[in-house]
């Protein structure tokens, strides 16, 4: 069944980018079958927008300074963030076995201001 649930993301060279852990369903159902959809709304509930398309996955964050951490820093940062503390933020995401989910637009659709 697919898998729906409420996400922050991030367009990046438009490509939809959103930071994972490996033992979610989400992880698991993107491993088994790599197509997704992102779909998103407009503040004013009558507008929305739906990406398809195909999905990547990188690699398990495995150390704080590997790329997989470096991309995730970066997401972190594309969405305006900044912390207090980016050594402790590396080894969380090794810790919590994060890694990045790339959604590849193949199709858009929608209705959009």
């Given amino acids: 069944m697919p898998q729906l649930s409420n996400i922050y993301f991030y367009l990046v060279d438009g490509v939809a980018k959103i930071s994972v852990t490996d033992d979610r369903a989400k992880t698991r159902n993107a491993r088994r079958e ?3 959809s992102l779909w ?3 503040e004013d509930f009558f ?3 739906v990406l398809e398309g195909a999905i ?3 690699p398990v964050a495995q150390e704080p300074d ?3 951490v470096d991309e995730l820093v970066e997401l972190y ?3 305006g963030q900044d912390h207090p503390d ?3 933020f590396r080894r969380s995401q090794v810790a919590d076995k994060r890694l990045v989910l790339s959604l590849t637009p193949t199709r858009a659709y929608g ?3």
Avoid: V
Wanted: proline letters at 8%; zero cysteines.
């Fill in 56 to 58: 990547s996955l990188s």
């Fill in 40 to 42: 998103f709304a407009h």
């Fill in 111 to 113: 209705m959009w201001p």
């Fill in 77 to 79: 940062r594309a969405a």
């Fill in 47 to 49: 507008h929305y927008a």
């Fill in 86 to 88: 980016w050594e402790e």
């Fill in 66 to 68: 590997d790329a997989t």
């Fill in 34 to 36: 790599p197509r997704g």
